[in-house]
């Protein structure tokens, strides 16, 4: 061994006093039960600890994956909620005005690939388009409220006329009493809409709950929408609401768009009617 080069040597002395090292181990451990509990205990503790930190790493690997069944999975549901809201309104309605309910409400999940908030009249941008079903006029809501109305269409892609813009018309009424009015924002706060023409003589106390109206043609009914912060008076004979919105518009990245099997005949009878108005 005298003949090897030291750097050897050295290595060699090392591998030995190793596995000496190691057999000594192993012979206390086979020999004692305290010590073999012991070194037990690190062993475990640092396999628990290399189970936590794989568990947290494959769990956000898998954070997007999960993120989008979540959203399917809230699409389905609130699909079911709709028909289901429907075939309440056709149990409770009188005989002779009953119709059979029908599954008119149907939704397409998409993901917001682009958004504004901070100008006059804000839009989306929609990775789903007419090659998935979506036409102008749709509506468009999240988990927490309606967003907008879809604008224009491409083969993949959708532009929606967002909530947050100063043109932008909706009707919505107070889910407590069923009186609607006109939902607009006024360009200020992003978080906050205004419901105009509430007649005087309707109970409103702040914290009621708003949701949407169906008279739209584009929403199901009772689709969250925010809570009343505070009201005044407006022309003497109307209430203004001012609303805190349910959805955060700065967050926002999954939505639904909303398809109205029979929108079309609606529109029909209403082109007519202001036809005849005019």
Do not use: C
Request: net charge neutral.
């Amino acid at each position: 061994m005298s003949g090897l080069p030291p750097l050897l040597r050295k290595l060699l002395v090392l591998l030995l006093f190793l596995a000496l090292q190691s057999v000594a181990v192993v012979l206390v451990v086979n020999n004692s039960y305290f010590q073999q509990n012991a070194i037990m205990r690190v062993v475990r503790s640092w396999q628990t600890k290399w189970w936590e930190k794989t568990s947290s790493w494959t769990a956000f690997t898998n954070l997007r994956k999960t993120n989008n069944d979540l959203f399917l999975e809230n699409t389905r549901l609130r699909a079911e909620l709709a028909r289901l809201s429907e075939l309440e309104l056709f149990l409770t309605a009188q005989d002779s005005l009953r119709m059979a309910p029908t599954d008119s409400f149907s939704f397409i999940p998409a993901r917001v690939i682009r958004n504004s908030v901070n100008r006059q009249r804000n839009t989306l941008i929609i990775d789903k388009g007419s090659a998935d079903g979506i036409s102008p006029d749709m509506g468009v809501i999240s988990a927490r409220g309606i967003v907008g109305v879809v604008s224009h269409v491409s083969e993949h892609y959708a532009m929606i006329i967002s909530l947050l813009n100063t043109e932008q018309r909706f009707t919505a009424e107070l889910k407590k009493t069923g009186t609607f009015g006109t939902l607009r924002w006024n360009g200020i706060h992003y978080r906050k809409v205004t419901l105009s023409e509430i007649p005087l003589h309707i109970e409103v106390n702040p914290g009621d709950t708003v949701v949407s109206n169906d008279f739209s043609l584009v929403f199901p009914r009772s689709v969250p929408i925010g809570l009343v912060l505070s009201g005044s008076l407006k022309q003497g004979s109307f209430l203004e609401l001012d609303v805190e919105l349910f959805s955060d518009f700065k967050t926002l990245r999954y939505v639904n768009v909303v398809s109205f099997s029979g929108a079309d005949d609606l529109r029909k009878v209403t082109d007519m009617d202001m036809e005849e108005a005019l």
